[in-house]
């Protein structure tokens, strides 16, 4: 789901990965992949924005400072308001 094309199904992923507190890293590790490639395309499409949101809360679920550099990185340069407001309250709850 979380590599899926469909904005929807990554989203849905991400849901359940933050709900969940999942703590396993290659599935985390993905996540991280998807915001790195993600956050800086398409911010006009709202579940674009929402999902980029979502993994960042996931990121920040689970509780592993190994994703603070990521975290970081998007609060630094992303131009979407929303998306910088989850990662730094993700990053602030690693």
Not at 19 to 24: G, I, T, V
Not at 55 to 67: D, E, H, I, P, V
């Amino acid at each position: 789901m979380l590599q899926s094309d469909n904005l929807q199904n990554k989203r849905n992923a991400a849901k359940q990965i933050t709900r969940a507190q999942l703590s396993n890293i290659p599935v985390l590790d993905v996540v991280e992949n998807e915001l790195l490639t993600g956050y800086q395309t398409n911010l006009s499409n709202r579940l674009q924005v929402d999902t980029m949101a979502w993994f960042c809360k996931a990121l920040g679920a689970s509780g592993m400072n190994k994703y603070r550099v990521s975290l970081q990185k998007v609060i630094n340069t992303t131009s979407s308001r929303k998306i910088r407001r989850y990662c730094e309250k993700s990053l602030a709850r690693l």
